[in-house]
């Protein structure tokens, strides 16, 4: 696919443009794509689709000229003629269509991860951003079926505790937040990237910057109330001791 053809179909999508890090240190960023191979599979399951789509047009054809059409009146067997044409012509229509789409969708994956969070932005029909703190991550799980062994690429899955991520484009619900990295041929190295740099946030005692700010101010729009309340507890306990003196 030649970049002008990439960037007008990018533009016609309205695809944003690739993703900010998210937050952390300059320096911890790292970037990871899909691998050449998730673009096989992908590529294969579209060759099957499609496949299916030709087995189908031809079953529907067959099964007309050599029973239904023969008996049919000949208005109803121009109405399903013009049918076949504009299927047909629909369907190879689309076959280039669907087939860059499915080259964009390997191609327009970002997997980024920082010090302190990580961001994945994957999608061109539909674009999906999540970005997860390891302030809230709970576990990381490699996963890898009988094609992905074939073709050597796994799936990394993050899942944190409720709250922990903004999600655009996923609203599942669940209390639990999962990210994906889809495709990827190293997964355990980036997964023992993810846990390394997760137990030296645990270990800086670092949190999520915006809870640590609510409660930063939390605590200080407290303070008065509880100043308040023990001057008011020093009052009572000094006038009950005159009372028994």
């Given at each position: 696919?030649?970049e ?6 990018l533009?016609?999508?309205k ?8 937050a952390?240190s ?8 899909a691998s050449?191979?998730f ?5 294969i399951l579209w ?24 008996k049919?009146?000949?208005?109803v067997?121009l ?6 044409f504009v299927?047909?012509a629909?369907?190879?229509?689309q ?11 390997y ?7 920082t010090?302190r969070?990580l961001r994945?932005?994957?999608g ?6 999540t970005t ?5 991550i709970?576990q ?6 009988p ?17 922990g991520g903004?999600h655009?484009?996923d609203s599942?619900?669940?209390?639990m ?9 190293n997964?355990?190295e ?8 997760l137990?030296?946030?645990r ?10 700010h609510?409660?930063?101010?939390a605590?200080?729009?407290a ?5 308040a ?6 009052r ?7 009372v028994?003196?």
């Open positions: 696919m030649t002008r053809l990439k960037s007008i179909l533009r016609w999508l695809v944003p443009p690739e993703p900010e890090a998210p952390g300059s320096g911890s960023v790292k970037t990871f794509r050449p191979n673009f096989k599979l992908k590529l060759v099957v689709r499609q496949t299916s789509g030709i087995v189908g047009i031809i079953i529907f054809l067959t099964f007309w000229n050599t029973t239904v059409g023969r049919a009146p000949s208005r067997n109405a399903v003629t013009i049918f076949e299927g047909i629909g369907f190879l229509l076959l280039p269509i669907s087939y860059l789409l499915v080259r964009l969708d191609e327009m994956r970002w997997y980024i991860v010090d969070s994945i932005r994957t061109v029909w539909s674009v999906s951003e997860l703190t390891f302030a809230n709970q990381t799980a490699v996963g890898q079926g094609l992905q062994r074939l073709l050597g690429i796994y799936d990394l899955e993050v899942t944190t505790a409720g709250g903004g655009h484009g599942t619900g669940d209390s937040h999962r990210g994906f990295f889809h495709g990827i041929d997964a355990p980036v997964r023992e990237l993810i846990q390394e740099r137990r030296r946030f270990d800086a005692g670092l949190g999520d910057p915006d809870e640590a609510h409660a930063h101010h605590s200080t729009n303070s008065p109330d509880l100043v309340a023990a001057q008011e507890l020093l009572e306990t000094q006038a009950l001791r005159r028994a003196g």
